[in-house]
């Protein structure tokens, strides 16, 4: 049986008793059952990162540095469309802030990404594996394996998404509570544009420094001013 159709398989026992909106969960939990990682997250990827999904705490806290810092394996691997594992030493040379980040607030050492891609070849997301394991060897073993995974996870996410009148895969899990927390994101960079008058570029370079310096995550920091327990004008 292929890698593919064992995933499957694994999958749909999970999905079975679980709603349609489950869907980005059950996917990751197959992925690391299947894969024996210690961690699996997905994402979709545009202007703005957007995590739907991941097994742990420590996962769900890798892939919100990432979109707090604007760097990291998904987003290298969705813009060159291609495969890659990364040990604890090519992280801190590829993405050093995002490789002390990561190894500091978790007990991840290495991680390895995969690009999700439409029927046509466009890359709209990305599956990222996390290992304990500093020489990344438990990634390179299924690196391959996950590639062959992730399409059959982005042809379910598709799917699931085929009822939009505009095809995006994006449209059915931008409900999901990650991608509720980056609305928050985005109405704190309208409030910082307003203040301050910055493009949205800015803004955002502006609340990911602050985050990164006040050990915040970006969805920390835009609940924050959500909540007025900050003002734009305190974002230097």
């Known amino acids: 049986m292929s890698i593919s159709d064992r995933f499957r398989r694994v999958h749909h026992a999970r999905q079975d008793d679980r709603s349609a909106d489950a869907l980005p969960t059950t996917l990751v939990e197959a992925c690391a059952e299947l894969l024996v990682v210690d ?34 394996p998904c987003l290298t691997a969705a813009a060159h469309g291609t495969r890659l594992v990364a040990d604890a030493t090519s992280m801190a040379a590829t993405w050093p802030i995002f490789g002390s980040a990561l190894t500091s607030r978790t007990s991840f050492r290495s991680v390895a990404s995969v690009p999700l891609r439409t029927v046509g070849g466009s890359v709209f997301g990305a599956v990222d594996l996390y290992s304990a394991d500093a020489d990344a060897t438990t990634l390179d073993a299924v690196v391959d394996d996950a590639a062959r995974i992730a399409e059959v996870m982005a ?17 059915r899990w931008m409900r999901s509570p990650s991608a509720n927390h980056r609305f928050q994101v985005w109405n704190a960079i309208g409030m910082m544009m307003a203040h301050s008058g910055e493009p949205s570029r800015d803004a955002l370079a502006r609340l990911r420094g602050y985050a990164f310096s006040h050990n915040l995550t970006l ?18």
């Open 39 to 72: 961690g699996v997250g997905i994402s979709l990827t545009g202007e703005m990162r957007v995590p739907l999904a991941a097994t742990s705490t420590d996962a769900v806290t890798a892939e919100a540095v990432q979109t707090t810092i604007g760097e990291g």
């Open 219 to 236: 969805d920390e920091l835009a609940g924050r001013l959500a909540d007025r327990q900050l003002r734009p004008e305190t974002i230097t």
């Open 155 to 171: 042809a379910a996410l598709i799917g699931a998404a085929g009822a939009a009148e505009n095809g995006d895969p994006a449209s």
